[in-house]
């Protein structure tokens, strides 16, 4: 049974950096075909896609949000993680991890983690 755990700080303040990590057990994130994805949900904007990193290591991110956005993995740890530069308050939601297959359905989620921003 594949299990996605994320973890993150709850509080950041405002022009900081974001670091979220997702813990995967239970698949190898170097296995093919699966593509790790980090979505957010917040009341204003709703769901909103970041990035994915592909089994094979390629990244793909939100244009919106591509220029303060970086995603990478550390296979020995079976984990990825993401960063946010230069957070605002915007940037407050939940942050979830995800799995999805070619098909391009998001069929794993991790609980989810909140992240605040605010001074």
């Known amino acids: 049974q594949v299990q996605l755990q994320e973890s993150g700080p709850g509080l950041i303040k405002p022009s900081q950096t974001l670091s979220l990590t997702c813990t995967v057990s239970?698949?190898?994130?170097?296995?093919?075909?699966?593509?790790w994805n980090w979505i957010r949900q917040s009341p204003e904007k709703g769901l909103e896609w970041i990035a994915y990193k592909a089994w094979s290591g390629s990244t793909l991110y939100n244009p919106a949000l591509r220029s303060r956005a970086s995603l990478s993995r550390d296979s020995s740890k079976n984990q990825l993680t993401l960063q946010l530069t230069s957070v605002t308050p915007e940037d407050s939601a939940v942050y979830y991890c995800?799995?999805?297959?070619?098909?391009?359905?998001?069929?794993?989620w991790g609980q989810g983690t909140q992240v605040t921003v605010s001074s």
């Open positions: 995800t799995r999805a297959g070619v098909g391009g359905e998001f069929d794993v």
């Open positions: 239970g698949a190898s994130i170097a296995a093919a075909t699966n593509f």
